[in-house]
Nanobody, 121 residues
Framework: QVQLVEFGGGLVQPGGSLRLSCAAS????????MRWYRQAPGKERELVAT???????THADSVKGRFTISRDIAKNTVYLQMNSLKPEDTAVYYC???????????????WGQGTQVTVSS
C-alpha cells in the first residue's frame, strides 16, 4: 500500500520560511497530480497548491506570491516552499496525490498523515 510521508513542519516566527516535503513510500508508475491542503482548527480543509504531471502549478489566492509548489519526479517527492509566513497560515498541512502505483493499476487518491505548521512569535 502506497503511503505519503510529510516532513518539515514546525514552529516559525511571522515572516519566516519553511519547506514541506512529501515523499511516496515506494516507486510510483505514474503520478497525475500532487497537492497540498491545510486545515486550521475549526475550519474546513483548504486546497493550497497543485502540481500536475506536466509541471503546471496552481496556488490558492491566499498564498500566491508566498508559497511555491514544486516536485522531484525521480524522488516521487513534492515540496511546498512557504515564505513570508503569517499567523493565519497556522494549520495542519496534508499532502494528497492522484497516482497509478503500478502499470495496469487504477488511479487512486492518497493522503499523507499531516504535519503541523505553527506561525507565532
Amino acid at each position: 500500500q502506497v503511503q505519503l510521508v510529510e516532513f518539515g513542519g514546525g514552529l516559525v516566527q511571522p515572516g519566516g520560511s519553511l519547506r514541506l516535503s512529501c515523499a511516496a513510500s515506494e516507486s510510483i508508475f505514474n503520478i497525475l497530480y500532487m497537492r497540498w491542503y491545510r486545515q486550521a482548527p475549526g475550519k474546513e480543509r483548504e486546497l493550497v497548491a497543485t502540481i500536475s504531471s506536466s509541471g503546471r502549478t496552481t496556488h490558492a489566492d491566499s498564498v500566491k506570491g508566498r508559497f511555491t509548489i514544486s516536485r522531484d519526479i525521480a524522488k516521487n517527492t513534492v515540496y511546498l516552499q512557504m515564505n513570508s509566513l503569517k499567523p493565519e497560515d497556522t494549520a495542519v498541512y496534508y499532502c494528497n496525490a492522484d497516482l497509478q502505483a503500478r502499470l495496469g493499476s487504477s488511479v487512486q487518491n492518497y493522503w499523507g498523515q499531516g504535519t503541523q505548521v505553527t506561525v507565532s512569535s
